[in-house]
């Protein structure tokens, strides 16, 4: 996984398993009033309604990744192991 990503251990109720799932997206932090996730594609209005519908944000930052880390990601995420390594 990429290093370089910082994940806030506050944001990870945010998001059901079911939406990370249906938007392949994980949220990593809140940053100047944003949620930012990161996500292989930029989201569609769609997916921006339901996302205002679930965490309350309107304004999101995107970190686009590759397949590859996005599953490495989504698979840490769903089992908690995402934010167990953090301090």
Do not use: N, W
């Not at 996730?37 to 921006?48: G, K, V």
């Not at 309107?58 to 490495?72: H, P, S």
């Not at 989504?74 to 953090?86: A, E, Q, R, V, W």
């Amino acid at each position: 996984m990429a290093s370089s990503l910082s994940f806030d251990p506050g944001v990870k109720e945010l998001l059901t398993h079911d939406v990370v799932d249906k938007y392949r997206i994980i949220p990593m932090q809140v940053r100047k009033g944003k949620l930012c996730l990161i996500a292989q594609r930029p989201l569609t209005d769609e997916a921006l309604l339901d996302l205002k519908h679930h965490t309350g944000f309107e304004d999101y930052e995107l970190q686009l990744v590759g397949d590859d880390v996005l599953v490495a990601y989504i698979d840490s995420y769903k089992t908690g192991k995402l934010f167990s390594f953090l301090p």
